[in-house]
């Protein structure tokens, strides 16, 4: 997939973490994305997001459609959670282990709640472990072998597997396995660390892989892969550079095409690095950042605007159009992504905000 085609954008399924999908060609100039907590769902509907939601697709099956059921209520006419596409397949597969995988793979417990995302288990892994690791056989692993039987399952039940398992990235899943002395490793022991990173890369992508190959089995092509760097600002601009980036680089050569996500942080430090990943489909970062070095540094890519939930729910409506101006000025075309809005956030702030960004796509437009 060369540059000039691989352009992602972001898609948040109903209760899953935000993750990214292709882009259409036609997406608006500030295109929205809305996203709710698994929280925001069982408040309205008392869904169980424990275990059996994330190990039983056919439990999943019938909460989705009642998911879709109220978001199609409270916020009819819009496209949130998918829901103007109502003859496409179900999405059974976004959301399920929330971000917790690739962790899982290596034999961290998962930590289920009834009201939010899966977590690991504060279990980490010691230096003489960390020196010996390899990364598992995936044909006799059975977090991984249960995942794929529920893809077999979703093509037998719907003929297609749709979706995308969030795979994270080298950085966030080597904390899950190392915890806070990942970050001493990067200094004091920088060839630990690089051991470390190329177990979960090796890993991430060999499962990405085969996951990817059973739904083309179904006729559904995956040709990207979403790199989430959440916790990129706790890393040096020059650590990221020597120790980070060449992975980066690696996964999206290993794809053709990548996404990059850094949560709402200021991604100032790390814009020129991220300019030189291959093959880049789409770039995410907050209103911290300086919105017109990017969009010059990294032109070719699809851009997001992470805007924090809180800010949806306690900034002015005035203040919010004044964001949005900016963003629209500085950074469009772009997404703006409202991810993890909690229960309670009232839906006319929510439908609020889709009408201002409506309103500056119309100016656009004209």
């Known amino acids: 997939m060369s540059v000039e085609t691989c352009q992602l954008i972001s898609y948040i399924a109903p209760a899953a973490p935000a ?8 997406e608006p100039f500030l295109r929205p994305e809305i996203g709710f907590t698994p929280n925001w769902y069982r408040s309205a509907l008392g869904i169980d997001f424990g275990r059996r939601w994330h190990t039983d697709p056919a439990y999943r099956h019938q909460t989705l459609l009642a998911m879709r059921g109220e978001l199609k209520r409270r916020f009819p006419g819009t496209k949130i959670g998918g829901i103007d596409c ?10 399920t282990y929330g971000c917790s995988s690739a962790a899982a793979i290596y034999g961290v417990p998962i930590v289920y709640a009834q009201d939010n995302w899966p977590n690991c288990e504060h279990s980490y892994l010691s230096d003489e472990q960390v020196d010996g690791l390899e990364p598992p056989d995936l044909n006799t692993n059975p977090f991984f072998q249960e995942l794929m039987a529920q893809a077999d399952w979703i093509a037998a039940r719907q003929g297609r597997v749709e979706g995308f398992i969030n795979w994270q990235g080298v950085l966030n899943n080597a904390y899950r396995l190392r915890g806070e002395k990942l ?11 690089r051991h470390l990173f190329d177990c979960i890369c ?8 085969l996951l990817h190959q059973r739904q083309l089995q179904s006729g ?10 959440c916790l990129v600002n706790m890393v040096s601009p020059e650590l990221y550079r020597d120790i980070l980036l060449p992975f980066d680089r690696r996964i999206a050569e290993a794809f053709g095409c990548i996404g990059i996500h850094n949560c709402a942080w200021n991604a100032d430090p790390y814009i020129d690095d991220y300019a030189t990943v291959p093959h880049l489909g789409y770039i995410d970062m907050g209103l ?19 805007y924090p939930p809180t800010d949806l729910a306690d900034k002015s409506l005035d203040t919010i159009r004044a964001d ?10 772009c997404d703006v992504v409202v991810a993890d809005i909690e229960a309670g956030t009232p839906d006319e702030r929510v439908l609020a905000f889709l009408e201002l960004c409506g309103r500056i796509n119309h ?4």
């Open 19 to 26: 993750t990214r999908q292709p882009a259409t060609g036609d």
């Open 202 to 209: 090796r890993t991430m992508t060999e499962a990405a892989k």
């Open 324 to 333: 949005l101006e900016r963003v629209a000025r500085d950074y469009g075309p």
């Open 86 to 95: 109502p003859d496409k397949p179900l999405d059974l597969l976004t959301g």
């Open 183 to 193: 970050f001493y490793d990067m200094i004091d022991s920088p060839r630990r660390c």
């Open 288 to 306: 911290d950042s300086d919105l017109a070095r990017a969009k010059e540094a990294i032109a070719h890519a699809r851009r997001a605007l992470m």
């Open 363 to 366: 100016r656009m437009e004209n």
């Open 220 to 229: 559904v092509e995956i040709g990207f892969f979403t790199v989430s760097n």
